[in-house]
């Protein structure tokens, strides 16, 4: 007869190779996890339309509806958009450091809001002539530079929308 001692050790061998068993059954057959979705990057097209604006930034009410366009724009034509306000006295010959700056960054249009940008502008335009030059508000046409006339909020933003469209799908040049 088998004493006690040799069956219990029987049994716990057992129990420690199920044990066992179950847990590289376990293992072997447990799920791989997901993998993260991949991430979400914009691919931007080699086309950048640049706003200058005056000491306001994109919160004067004129300078946000032209942002807004060149969202929308930059949304449907895969351009990037980006703004630089105009710091210190609101002059034209101040602004020019700012104007400077951005045809600089190889800004394929430049749209400038405000009268201290929108003479920058002017004065600075032929500096740089492989650029586009877009001035929104009421001025006399210039050569060479597309004018927005000042109206509502949601013309502006339509009219700086085709016009930035317009020039991104042409080329910019």
């Known amino acids: 007869m088998e004493s006690w001692w040799a069956r219990r050790r029987v049994l716990v061998m057992s129990a420690a190779a199920v044990a066992l068993l179950a847990g590289a059954l376990g293992w072997l057959l447990w799920p791989e996890p997901e993998a993260p979705p991949a991430p979400r990057e914009r691919q931007y097209r080699a086309f950048t339309a640049c706003l200058l ?28 958009v980006q703004y630089l306000a105009v710091d210190g006295p609101q002059t034209a010959a101040n602004a020019a450091a700012y104007f400077n700056s951005l045809a600089l960054r190889q800004c394929q249009v430049v749209i400038a809001v405000g009268e201290a940008p929108g003479g920058a502008l002017v004065d600075g335009k032929d500096r740089f002539p492989g650029l586009r030059y877009v001035v929104v508000g009421e ?12 109206t509502t909020a949601d013309r502006v933003t339509s009219a700086v929308e085709n016009t930035v469209g317009e020039m991104a799908t042409s080329g910019g040049n």
């Open 139 to 150: 001025t006399a046409p210039l050569d060479g530079v597309t004018v927005v006339p000042e």
């Open 53 to 80: 604006t005056d000491d306001r930034g994109i919160a004067g009410e004129q300078a946000r509806a032209v942002w807004d366009g060149m969202q929308r724009a930059s949304l449907a034509h895969s351009i990037q």
